[in-house]
């Protein structure tokens, strides 16, 4: 650390000495009668500013710019993106129930669903509400996307409950 300290003090001191032999050189052969200084005289320019009158441009005709009717990433209706299959209640198992369950679900417009209604049911209630807790509780969905936006659709659901 000391050594450090005194290797930069040296090279410090060896710089600025440097510095002041090369001034001392330069300053002892160039002399102030040397130096030859030129004030010149201003050059005239000559020049003109001319009015200049832009005309506007005549419109040819108006180009209507149609709204887009569909964008990239655009869905007509909401797609299912994760689901499980639902859980085959016990009892049922036991008691030999089989069905299939219809549901309309209503999307939302962040994928969640909001509402489900029973439009066809197995049959059996136990059936029915197994089917339509697992589609409100797990299922996610990519909602209906109109020009870029997302919004609110219902779409129709089955499941087929078999032993």
């Known amino acids: 650390m000391n050594s ?4 930069h003090q040296l090279s410090l001191g060896l710089s600025i000495g ?3 032999i090369i001034f001392a ?3 002892f052969f160039i002399k102030d009668q040397d130096v030859i200084y030129v004030n010149p005289e201003p050059i005239p320019i000559a020049f003109e500013i001319k009015e200049v009158i832009v005309k506007k441009p005549k419109v040819v005709s108006k180009i209507e710019e149609k709204e887009p009717k569909r964008l990239p990433g655009d869905r007509d209706h ?14 049922a198992i036991n008691l030999g129930w089989e069905g ?6 209503t999307i939302n417009s962040k994928g969640r669903v909001t509402r ?15 089917f339509i807790e697992t589609v409100k509780s797990d299922y996610v969905f990519k909602p209906k996307r109109v020009l ?4 609110i659709d219902t779409i129709t659901l089955s499941y087929e409950f078999i032993l």
């Open 116 to 130: 489900v209604k029973l439009l066809k049911s197995s049959g059996f209630p136990l059936l029915d509400n197994a």
């Open 18 to 20: 440097i510095h002041v």
């Open 78 to 91: 909401s797609t299912v993106q994760k689901s499980i299959e639902p859980y085959y209640p016990k009892d």
């Open 4 to 7: 450090d300290k005194k290797l």
């Open 100 to 105: 299939e369950v219809t549901v309309k679900a």
């Open 148 to 151: 870029g936006v997302n919004k």
């Open 25 to 27: 050189f330069f300053s």
